[in-house]
């Protein structure tokens, strides 16, 4: 099997993602709220890719609690084609807020509260 060529370092925003499309340059795409500008380019960028046939996967830079919690709930809404890289808040020594999503191992769990379940900072 071919190892699929990545998206993802220099592509940013819808742009960038349908001249990628266009050309077909990549197998799949990295989607990352802090590259792209937030929730609704990223929604968007999963549609195009999916009505394209690109494979989907939403990132993480080094957000805390708060942009893992916002792209966690992007998947969870929209789902991807592979599984996404959203362990960045795990690295945290402690985290600066209270409540929030939830790490058990690989799974991150979302709080059934409004507001990405955030009660206050830390």
Known sequence: MDTPVLADESCFGLRDLSRIIESRAADLVNVKLAKCGGL?????????????????????????????GAAASLVAAYGTTTTSDLDAAW???SSPVVGGLTYDGATITLPDTPGLGIEALA
Do not use: D, N, Q
């Not at 890719?49 to 609690?65: D, I, Q, R």
């Open 40 to 68: 609704r380019v990223a929604r968007a960028m999963l549609e195009l890719a999916a009505a394209h046939g690109v494979g989907t996967l939403v990132g993480s830079m080094m957000e805390g609690p708060i942009g893992v």
């Open 91 to 93: 690295w945290l020594a």
